[in-house]
């Protein structure tokens, strides 16, 4: 069946543009999750839905960065004023129940020049 | 000091051998434990839970000291495929199941050579 799938693959944008990043999960998938990985670091939490509401939004760094989930499905990632340290691959991933396997999606590249 | 530390690495080894990563984790409310595998530019995929009492899966092992807070993944005969970023995660999901927040290692890279 098919997986998690994220749109852009990559993304190149300018210092202080907004920028979209999108998550279709799993079909059926109730929990979904952002998460930020850095060159040479492992993937770090941002944020994860349950359903519709965030249950979780401990990792977001800043005010820059919000989610949403509107509908319970698909959710975006976006990011205001973006700055070069948000370069990164944003990972999106989502299991069926929190309780359950998270699997995640190829990732958006994002290069903030 | 990281929720989660692992072996740096790289590990350069020889096909057949056997190499072993550590990993600790601060955080003792941590209930659930993972090997992630992610090969280059691609996604993280679960490579197998750890549980108490220590499990395999075919060539890899891995075990958990919770006294410790430390983790251990062992392949043996290692394959060119195993090549990738071995990623240590923790959880506070309970029984043994992810729930919510994921943490990770840094990851360690390993690469099998014929």
């Known amino acids: 069946g098919a997986g998690v799938s994220q749109t852009p693959s990559n993304k190149v944008t300018e210092k202080g543009k907004y920028v979209e990043l999108r998550c279709d999960p799993i079909s059926g998938h109730t929990a979904l999750y952002w998460y930020r990985q850095s060159l040479g670091q492992g993937p770090e939490f941002l944020i994860y839905?349950?359903?519709?509401?965030?249950?979780?939004d401990s990792g977001l760094p800043n005010d820059r960065f919000f989610a949403v989930r509107p509908e319970g499905s698909v959710s975006t990632l976006k990011i205001q004023r973006t700055e070069r340290g948000d370069s990164a691959v944003y990972l999106c991933?989502?299991?069926?129940?929190?309780?359950?396997?998270?699997?995640f999606g190829p990732g958006t590249r994002l290069l903030v020049l | 000091r990281k929720e989660v530390e692992q072996d740096p690495g790289p590990f350069n080894v020889p096909e057949g051998a056997t190499v072993a990563f550590n990993c600790t984790y601060s955080n003792s409310a941590s209930q659930s434990f993972f090997w992630y595998r992610q090969d280059c530019r691609k996604e993280p995929k679960l490579l197998m839970s750890v549980y108490s009492s220590g499990n395999e899966d075919g060539r890899f092992t891995a075990q958990l000291n919770r006294a410790s807070q430390y983790i251990s993944l062992l392949i043996r005969d290692s394959k060119l495929s195993d090549s990738a970023t071995y990623l240590c995660?923790?959880?506070?999901?309970?029984?043994?199941?992810?729930?919510?927040?994921?943490?990770f290692g840094q990851g360690t890279i390993l690469t099998v050579h014929p």
């Open positions: 839905f349950q359903g519709t509401g965030a249950a979780d």
């Open positions: 991933a989502s299991s069926l129940i929190p309780q359950e396997t998270q699997y």
């Open positions: 995660v923790v959880s506070k999901g309970a029984g043994g199941t992810s729930y919510g927040k994921l943490t």
